[in-house]
DNA sequence: TTGAAAGCGCTAACAG
DNA sequence: CTGTTAGCGCTTTCAA
């Protein structure tokens, strides 16, 4: 089929594919990218050259001329130091929650139809930072997707003070200004206290996420809201650290503290998945004795058993927004910086 | 700081250093990229003036004279049509097994000490798979790292035919000539039955996984075999696919037929994990009434209650290695394909 | 509508 | 050891 075979070692150039149709390079440059004013029947042949000779545009080349990698970083920052416990599995531990596996499943939902492309960084060491950072600064990459494991995360300023484009899933701690999407956190844990109470719980608990990190403080400040609200008192708290066996811990903990209590709020799914489990361990029926709410929609609520009362996060089309976000950004530098904060919703399934 | 600002819109160029050195391009060339032969007394000058500047190299110039992209695709490769359900939510639910995660934490750990980077693919698509391979074939990545979840996946051949480096993960189905890494999924299978048999189990089941998918056609082969060796008839299975709902139902399911077993081997941990739930359901005590073993050793073998005893594949060293045979064809294109097998290993927890 | 020509920023011969 | 020079393959004015 081809003359030449691959691409990054000597196959054809614009050039070859020029000769092959009679015409100039500038012409298969126009017909390959699109560009009006050129003649159908010259279109054609050159297509044909196109085909028969295998041609396929060096990106180097092209981007080296319109200054655009078609690439961007999609990172994954902690707020770490050089520890050796940092670096260890990190990439591991950051996957074990669903919630990133549709953050990669919302940016490729956006990035692939304008062929675009992430390229995974983790950026949990002061070394890693700046190899993230570098990368950009070479134009490998045309912004950055910034996901923080942590709220006190260095990355976010040290993006925007070398000029480069980069958008935030969830806001960030300082006075940064830097585009973001995030969830109402409040609002989406107000949701779940509302159900629990309006299903007749006297006694509702919570376990809260790290306090360190802005959703997992949120999530308790409007669970803790909604509970004042209607007059009740501060509820009972265990934190836990959004994985699964810290959630059976803490609703053991929990257990232990307040026999009576008959109502969870869980600031994650994975957690509230934990708890049913040391729910059921100690001889408690879900949700006739106890009622549980998660929060996220992950792929674990339904698959819980019983499948989870929650609220939804709409991760994927977050994640999509500031992949939008990010481009906008990359052609329009001069734009205002906006963010855009998503409602979450009660998703009622059989735990509570 | 710098003098000028945002590396890809216009930042300074090796020309502007020189000039601030008062040398030639050439020489802050052979500075930046470590080249000997330069005089220590001109290298401090023009890394001086490098920092001065904030000259970062643009990567597209140099990658258009260097031919190399130092990106690496990471491609996660099925073996689907166009159908929606394909396309819905396909990384989503490749994360949601840890093994992923554990493979791009072994990719990253080899590529990121040699500056270079993976970008994210998902080719479950025929579109999406001639995306990957026009990817290649522009020079955005010197090669790609495939990750299949069927044996059947057309991508593998794909590639060789373009001429493109690639190197898998698992053995392919057909006589592709491309380098892989892998596990000896039998002699895993084998160690696990013969520990399950060492500690007393008279009748042994097993769940296995997909029997399209290699991994867990060879791991069912080989607990059969050693059944068959030790004189025992052939086990009771029961297919599920790699999830912990389906290790739980198929758990259910052998309980029902053959209430009398004594030892089951999950032909991977998440249904391992599901298969001890199941077990506690029905009131029986792991290891007590049954004892369980597992394959991966995984994040949730750890996390498991009990701890899984579970066979060792060592995803991320096997990750890393399969980065390595990539990275040496490229370099050596014309060398012999090679590919490489690694040896799992018992660990012996409290689930058996 | 098409072609000629000028670079984009860098590396790598080749001289000196 | 250092500088000069010639491209890498592409896009994009500018003329025709």
Redesign the interface.
């Known amino acids: 089929m081809n003359q030449e075979?691959?691409?990054?070692?000597g196959?054809p150039t614009l050039e070859d594919v020029a000769r092959a149709a009679g015409v100039s390079r500038a012409t298969v440059s126009r017909v390959v990218n699109g560009v009006r004013n050129v003649d159908p029947a010259i279109q054609q042949t050159v297509r044909q050259a196109v085909a028969a000779t295998g041609y396929?545009?060096?990106?180097?080349?092209r981007?080296?001329v319109t200054?655009?990698?078609?690439?961007i970083a999609?990172v994954v920052s902690g707020a770490g130091d050089d520890s050796e416990t940092e670096q260890n599995?990190?990439?591991?531990?950051?996957?074990?929650d669903?919630f990133?596996?549709?953050v990669?499943?919302g940016v490729?939902a956006y990035l692939?139809p304008r062929?675009m492309?992430?390229?995974?960084?983790?950026a949990e060491t002061p070394d890693?930072r700046a190899?993230a950072v570098?990368?950009?600064?070479?134009?490998?990459a045309?912004g950055a997707l910034i996901v923080s494991t942590h709220a006190e995360d260095p990355l976010p300023a040290m993006m925007t003070e070398?000029?480069?484009p980069a958008v935030l899933f969830a806001r960030p701690a300082g006075a940064v200004p830097i585009s973001y999407v995030d969830l109402a956190h409040q609002d989406g844990a107000r949701l779940a206290a509302g159900h629990l109470l309006a299903r007749g719980c006297r006694r509702p608990v919570t376990i809260a996420g790290p306090q360190d990190v802005a959703s997992g403080h949120d999530r308790l400040a409007g669970f803790r809201d909604a509970m004042a609200r209607h007059g009740l008192p501060y509820p009972d708290v265990a934190e836990a650290d959004f994985?699964?066996?810290g959630g059976?811990r803490a609703m053991a903990l929990l257990l232990a503290r307040c026999p009576d209590l008959d109502g969870v709020f869980a600031a994650n799914d994975l957690m509230a998945q934990g708890a049913c489990?040391a729910l059921r361990d100690h001889g408690r029926r879900v949700p006739d004795d106890v009622a549980v709410v998660g929060f996220d929609d992950s792929?674990v609520a339904a698959?819980c058993?019983p499948p989870l009362t929650t609220v939804r996060q709409p991760v994927?089309a977050m994640a999509a927004e500031m992949a939008r976000l990010l481009q906008e950004r990359i052609e329009h530098?001069d734009r205002a910086v906006t963010s855009v904060i998503f409602t979450p919703e009660l998703v009622v399934r059989e735990s509570a």
């Open positions: 075979s691959s691409a990054s070692s196959g396929a545009p060096n990106r180097a080349a981007s080296l200054r655009r990698a078609e690439i999609l599995a990190f990439a591991s531990r950051v996957f074990a669903p990133f596996g549709r990669v499943s490729i692939r062929s492309h992430p390229v995974l960084m983790f890693a190899q570098g990368f950009l600064r070479q134009g490998s045309d070398a000029g480069l994985t699964f066996r059976a489990q792929s698959a058993d994927e530098p």
